[in-house]
């Protein structure tokens, strides 16, 4: 099993307005991913919203993903995700980016895909409605692909369209492409996205056993997909928690027994494209207050809807997730309560003390899948020119 970690540009309550704090939580962001490549974690996912006051502040991952590339030299980079309206951005632009952040990061780019988190999102783009999102996500997903591949891609779908051939730059490095995976919110979604096989960004709002039945659907339409997208499968469910993991575990049980639930309430307001979570409580009714004892952390832990607690004991509960199936596990950060300085303590705890008792693979195992791609369009679209040659490419002089 491997681990990551997710980056929302969350900021709530009044910082959300005050552009000093606003700036200071993208720096500590990138300060976090940064010092994750140096202790064990194999993958950093950066999220894409728009307009989510508070809940997100990350709309433009592109440049952090850059930014992160640069500064790192094992961590994989991914986007989650990069939203599929057509009214939006046109799909070029989004094969594009994709295509130019694969050579940025020297192959280590995760191409996380999907809708849009829900209706106050897409109708910042030209009114766009969720009804529709569905139908651009399936048109657009079969076709960057395409636009990776040929050098005369030509299309005219139902929500977007490039008339004449045009050759769409830069290719993927290698020759093949980023893994690409989709957000599964809703439990039909994990068949799809295993019939699809492309991996699955999943999302934990429930006690962890629930999960067990979506992932064995995943895995079990993975088995044989019937609408392969891309070169090679990815067969990987990734699931998204909370962890509080110090070496003092009394000072990680007292961050997890502060108020907590505001997020949810910002997930309940805004995500409404999947399942509400329980309480469904919503933005601005204040998050229900619970007294956590010491009792309810517990059933809180036992229930997978947190990890909590020294090393030795966060080592125990991971097994919960390898238990149902993940392939990898990813933690949202920083989590309520935490501090700065104790979001750096947790890279570094987890990192060195927990992820080497379960991944012992130096390799991304998205890179052992990439290495099994086989083309599955031809170069050209169209007919190619009588008399129509390649070349050998040129030689540059070593300085000019």
């Given at each position: 099993?491997?681990?990551?970690?997710f980056?929302?540009?969350?900021?709530?309550?009044?910082?959300?307005?005050?552009?000093?704090?606003?700036?200071?939580?993208?720096?500590?962001?990138?300060?976090?991913?940064?010092?994750?490549?140096?202790?064990?974690?194999?993958?950093?996912?950066?999220?894409?919203?728009?307009?989510?006051?508070?809940y997100s502040?990350?709309?433009?991952?592109?440049?952090?993903?850059?930014?992160?590339?640069?500064?790192?030299?094992?961590?994989?980079?991914?986007?989650?995700?990069?939203?599929?309206?057509?009214?939006?951005?046109?799909?070029?632009r989004?094969?594009?980016?994709?295509?130019?952040?694969?050579?940025?990061?020297?192959g280590?780019?995760?191409?996380?895909?999907?809708?849009g988190?829900?209706?106050?999102?897409?109708?910042?783009?030209?009114?766009?409605?969720?009804?529709?999102?569905?139908?651009?996500?399936?048109?657009?997903i079969?076709?960057?692909p395409?636009?990776?591949?040929?050098?005369?891609?030509?299309?005219?779908?139902?929500?977007?369209?490039?008339?004449?051939?045009?050759?769409?730059?830069?290719?993927?490095?290698?020759?093949?492409?980023?893994?690409?995976?989709?957000?599964?919110?809703?439990?039909?979604?994990?068949?799809?996205?295993?019939?699809?096989?492309?991996?699955?960004?999943?999302?934990?709002?429930?006690?962890?056993?629930?999960?067990?039945?979506?992932?064995?659907?995943?895995?079990?339409?993975?088995?044989?997909?019937?609408?392969?997208?891309?070169?090679?499968?990815?067969?990987?469910?990734?699931?998204?928690?909370?962890?509080?993991?110090?070496?003092?575990?009394?000072?990680?049980?007292?961050?997890?027994?502060q108020?907590?639930?505001?997020?949810?309430?910002?997930?309940?307001?805004?995500?409404?494209?999947?399942?509400?979570?329980?309480?469904?409580?919503?933005?601005?009714?204040?998050?229900?207050?619970?007294?956590?004892?010491?009792?309810?952390?517990?059933?809180?832990?036992?229930?997978?809807?947190?990890?909590?607690?020294?090393?030795?004991?966060?080592?125990?509960?991971?097994?919960?997730?390898?238990?149902?199936?993940?392939?990898?596990?990813?933690?949202?950060?920083?989590?309520?309560?935490?501090?700065?300085?104790?979001?750096?303590?947790?890279?570094?705890?987890?990192?060195?003390?927990?992820?080497?008792?379960?991944?012992?693979?130096?390799?991304?195992?998205?890179?052992?899948?990439?290495?099994?791609?086989?083309?599955?369009?031809?170069?050209?679209?169209?007919?190619?020119?009588?008399?129509?040659?390649?070349?050998?490419?040129p030689?540059?002089?070593?300085?000019?």
């Amino acid at each position: 099993m491997e681990f990551g970690l997710f980056f929302n540009g969350y900021l709530p309550g009044p910082a959300a307005h005050d552009h000093d704090s606003e700036h200071a939580m993208l720096m500590n962001e990138l300060e976090y991913a940064i010092l994750a490549d140096s202790h064990n974690w194999k993958y950093s996912w950066f999220g894409e919203h728009h307009c989510l006051t508070e809940y997100s502040h990350l709309s433009a991952p592109a440049p952090f993903m850059g930014y992160v590339a640069a500064k790192t030299e094992r961590i994989h980079i991914g986007s989650a995700i990069t939203s599929f309206p057509t009214t939006k951005e046109h799909p070029v632009r989004i094969a594009e980016r994709a295509a130019m952040l694969d050579h940025i990061t020297e192959g280590r780019f995760e191409f996380g895909t999907g809708r849009g988190a829900g209706s106050h999102e897409v109708r910042t783009f030209n009114g766009t409605e969720t009804a529709a999102t569905k139908a651009m996500w399936d048109e657009v997903i079969h076709e960057i692909p395409r636009m990776w591949a040929q050098e005369d891609y030509q299309y005219d779908g139902e929500h977007f369209s490039v008339p004449t051939p045009h050759n769409v730059l830069p290719k993927p490095l290698g020759g093949s492409h980023p893994p690409i995976w989709v957000a599964c919110g809703n439990p039909a979604t994990f068949a799809k996205a295993g019939s699809h096989g492309i991996g699955a960004i999943a999302f934990n709002f429930e006690p962890i056993h629930n999960l067990k039945g979506r992932i064995e659907a995943y895995k079990e339409a993975a088995e044989s997909p019937t609408d392969q997208i891309g070169q090679y499968q990815n067969n990987n469910v990734m699931m998204t928690n909370a962890v509080i993991c110090l070496e003092d575990r009394e000072e990680a049980r007292r961050i997890a027994k502060q108020d907590r639930g505001y997020r949810v309430t910002m997930v309940n307001l805004y995500h409404d494209t999947m399942p509400k979570s329980p309480d469904a409580i919503v933005w601005p009714t204040p998050p229900r207050h619970i007294e956590w004892t010491d009792e309810i952390l517990d059933m809180a832990i036992e229930g997978g809807y947190m990890l909590c607690g020294n090393p030795e004991e966060v080592c125990e509960q991971v097994v919960r997730y390898q238990d149902v199936g993940c392939d990898q596990v990813v933690f949202g950060t920083p989590d309520e309560g935490f501090n700065h300085e104790q979001v750096l303590e947790m890279i570094e705890v987890f990192g060195d003390k927990v992820i080497p008792e379960f991944d012992t693979d130096p390799v991304h195992s998205t890179t052992r899948y990439r290495r099994n791609a086989v083309p599955t369009f031809p170069v050209f679209n169209g007919a190619v020119p009588d008399g129509l040659t390649r070349t050998r490419p040129p030689t540059f002089p070593v300085s000019i």
